[in-house]
């Protein structure tokens, strides 16, 4: 069975850090194409980032400059370092999989999606 589990949000100030990560099983993870989401009340849910199995990555702009998607093969492991946080970043992040490997930005393309982790960024 295909499984996503986020860990390592949580509370921090403006201007400062939090490393997402993603565990993955029961996929071909070096085959996949993995990307990063948000929700935050009220809005729809947005993409963030995504990573191909080469290692090409892509950024939304509202991001961009600020938080960086990093993936471990061996471990089956995406990362989401984000840095220089702002109060707007606060959101439930998700992370998922595109096994077909299309590498983009719609959430249409991602099969698998995981429970989310809470990140709240005070003023």
């Known amino acids: 069975q295909e499984l996503l589990v986020e860990s390592g949000g949580g509370l921090v100030q403006t201007g400062g850090s939090l490393r997402l990560s993603c565990a993955a099983s029961?996929?071909?993870?070096?085959?996949?194409?993995m990307g990063w989401f948000r929700q935050a009340p009220g809005k729809e849910r947005e993409f963030v980032a995504t990573?191909?199995?080469?290692?090409?990555?892509y950024a939304a702009d509202a991001v961009k400059g600020r938080f960086t998607i990093s993936r471990d093969n061996a471990k089956k492991t995406v990362y989401l370092q984000m840095n220089s946080l702002k109060p707007e970043d606060t959101a439930v992040y998700y992370c998922?999989?595109?096994?077909?490997?299309?590498?983009?930005?719609?959430?249409?393309?991602?099969?698998?999606w995981g429970q989310g982790t809470q990140v709240t960024v005070s003023s």
């Open positions: 990573i191909s199995w080469k290692n090409t990555t």
């Open positions: 029961g996929l071909s993870f070096s085959s996949s194409v």
């Open positions: 998922a999989a595109d096994i077909s490997g299309t590498f983009g930005e719609s959430p249409h393309l991602y099969d698998y």
